[in-house]
């Protein structure tokens, strides 16, 4: 602001003088303030542009890894089961093969229920 003030008393000075170097001089001054304006302009625009970039990849990354959670959570869910469904063979083996001297499992007769209800309906 004061560069901008300044060269407005630059101007009203060179136009009370009427020395045509003055206005010269004025003219090749704000002609460059004009030039650093622009490219101090394109430098922003330049920066704006690489941290929507950045943005754009961290954005894209968080969904990738929100996307690899799910599936490792539904890979845990699956193991879950198939880690109930191979307890519960070994306990139904067990008590074919070995009726005497079944395996105890521990787990609840509830969770056992539950879980057979859902198995077999």
């Known amino acids: 602001m004061e560069q901008l003030a300044n060269n407005l008393n630059n ?14 001089e004025l003219l090749q ?12 302009q394109h430098q922003y625009r330049i920066y704006t542009d690489s941290l929507k970039h950045k943005i754009e990849e961290i954005e894209k990354l968080n ?3 929100k996307n ?11 193991l879950k089961e ?7 063979l070994l306990f139904y083996f067990s008590l074919i ?18 879980k057979k209800e859902k198995l077999f309906i």
């Open 63 to 65: 969904n990738e890894q």
């Open 68 to 78: 690899l959670i799910g599936n490792l959570n539904e890979v845990k869910f699956i």
């Open 82 to 88: 198939i880690n109930f469904c191979l307890y519960f």
């Open 29 to 40: 001054k704000l002609e460059g303030d004009i030039r650093n304006h622009i490219k101090i």
């Open 97 to 114: 093969f070995f009726p005497r001297n079944y395996i105890k499992i521990p787990i609840s007769r509830k969770f056992l229920k539950e």
């Open 11 to 24: 101007t009203e000075r060179s136009i009370r003088s009427n020395n045509p170097n003055d206005y010269e």
